[in-house]
């Protein structure tokens, strides 16, 4: 395959030198650069690894390090990008001949209208040869296009295809591709279809006869596909933690307020699951009630409009005691990269969570879950303060809403991962709480204080909350436009080009551009 070819490529060059590795501070980043990490360390490839949030220190790591950085195609090279004049074509407009006059003679006018006769004929013949020839480049160039594809994935797809593809490098494969489902980057379908990919991947590693059962050691790692919950760290909680803190059951039960906390109690009861079991932790509930707990919630979510509360997914075993679901390693290490409880440098925080991937360190995973945990009970208690104050409100082709500077966790909010994993809660829980149709079609924008010595805000915009959404995100290119014609002072330092920081003084003339623009 071209792709793979230009993959193998790429690493033989990178493998002759010493590799400078620029890795953006998200999970499924930081699980491409464990697998290459991985793969470095069986050719015994020396590297430096520099972590980069944004595009300011991108460009400051390239000036730091540009006599390691190689140029590692050749100018010569065919790199089969298409031409400008093979994808666009500007056409002037066609004189009308037969609307010429000017004195000739019937015969030279006759013979000048089959000459336009013929030239027209043959512009429409090259017309229809180019589209043909459009057509098939863009149809063989965006087979190459890994638009809404884990980063992960690829990078386990190389070790696969040099056939040094371990157990770990697959696991983080799969942690990469889950951190782009929980934070609403691809659509189910595509979550579906990496997930049969990966299950051929997960039983070619981890198939075993019945009688190697008992020769594994204390510390094997097994992977295994299976049928979960879509309940937050819920075997690391207990499960009425669990059930108030996922934005799935919250929003569904409609917990911020008192009517939803008691269809939360005719819930349990209708499972049959006493209070006294649901509150303690999940590892100290009675086994029988463990032993079917899955059938009897996904039984009673049925009845109360939860038809989405199972999930494909994989879970990991470290020897016999340990076992993680990979939405909680994704929770986990965005708790990690994004903690505000430390003051320090932005890179100790990117080593413990790349460090908490690795199964030697359990101690940093447990740490991250601990962080997680209180990170989704403030994303519960802001979303719910939002709702019933009635932060959220409509500024026409959009909602908005804005944290005020004192608001509980408000901190925590000033991190571009936290800030839109709570615009996508309150965007599903808005969509659940109101009546109002229209509203149920808007996407969101929403804004947290970043730097109050500064004077700055941070803003998130995601698309609407809907089933058909194909997750493509045209907030970008809105906040560039509205930015350069009020001349905000805006920075667009994010990879995410949906996340921007603005001054504050300029927040209300930067929103009624956008308003216009989208209107």
Request: hydrophobic letters at 40%; proline letters at 3%.
């Amino acid at each position: 395959m071209f792709v793979s070819d230009c993959r193998r490529e790429f690493y033989d060059v990178i493998v002759n030198q010493r590799a400078l590795l620029l890795v953006a501070s998200d999970v499924d980043a930081l699980c491409a650069c464990k697998i290459l990490q991985a793969l470095f360390q069986c050719d015994h490839v020396p590297y430096t690894l520099v972590p980069v949030s944004g595009w300011q220190e991108l460009e400051t790591a390239f000036l730091e390090h540009k006599d390691q950085i190689k140029l590692l195609v050749k100018q010569d090279d065919d790199l089969d990008v298409p031409a400008y004049d093979d994808i666009f074509r500007d056409d002037e407009d066609e004189e009308d001949s037969e609307n010429e006059s000017d004195g000739s003679e019937p015969s030279e006018k006759r013979r000048r209208f089959e000459e336009d006769v013929i030239e027209r004929t043959m512009k429409r013949r090259q017309r229809r040869e180019w589209e043909a020839r459009r057509r098939e480049i863009l149809f063989d160039y965006e087979q190459y296009e890994y638009h809404g594809t884990s980063s992960a994935m690829v990078m386990f797809d190389l070790a696969w295809i040099m056939s040094k593809d371990l157990n770990d490098m697959l696991w983080w494969a799969i942690v990469g591709l889950t951190d782009q489902w929980v934070q609403d980057k691809i659509t189910q379908m595509k979550y579906v279809t990496d997930i049969g990919i990966l299950q051929r991947h997960v039983s070619r590693h981890n198939h075993r006869n019945e009688d190697e059962e008992n020769s594994l050691s204390i510390d094997c790692m097994r992977i295994a596909f299976e049928y979960d919950l879509r309940l937050a760290l819920y075997q690391h909680w207990s499960l009425y933690e669990s059930l108030c803190n996922t934005s799935y059951t919250s929003a569904s039960l409609k917990l911020w307020s008192a009517q939803g906390h008691k269809r939360l109690q005719e819930f349990l009861a209708d499972m049959g699951l006493p209070l006294k079991q649901v509150k303690q932790k999940f590892n100290s509930m009675d086994i029988s009630l463990k032993e079917n707990l899955r059938e009897m919630i996904e039984e009673s979510a049925n009845k109360f409009g939860m038809k989405d509360l199972r999930v494909q997914t994989f879970s990991i075993h470290f020897g016999f005691k340990n076992k993680f679901s990979a939405s909680d390693i994704v929770y986990a290490t965005v708790s990690l990269m994004e903690n505000v409880e430390k003051e320090g440098p932005e890179t100790a925080n990117f080593i413990k969570a790349l460090d908490s991937l690795s199964r030697g360190n359990l101690d940093k995973l447990h740490q991250g879950l601990d962080l997680a945990k209180k990170q989704l009970r403030a994303i519960q208690q802001t979303v719910a303060s939002c709702i019933c104050t009635n932060l959220v409100i409509s500024q026409g082709p959009f909602l908005y809403c804005s944290l005020m500077e004192g608001t509980p966790d408000v901190k925590l909010f000033s991190k571009p991962v936290s800030l839109s994993l709570l615009s996508k809660y309150l965007l599903k829980s808005f969509v659940c709480s109101t009546k109002n149709k229209r509203c149920k079609l808007l996407p969101l924008i929403m804004a947290a204080p970043m730097d109050v010595e500064q004077g700055t805000v941070i803003m998130v915009g995601i698309p609407p909350e809907t089933e058909s959404s194909d997750k493509k995100n045209f907030f970008g290119r809105a906040f560039e436009k509205a930015a350069d014609s009020t001349n905000s002072r805006t920075l667009h330092n994010h990879f995410d080009m949906s996340i921007i920081e603005l001054k504050t003084e300029d927040r209300s003339k930067f929103l009624d551009a956008l308003i216009s623009l989208l209107s």
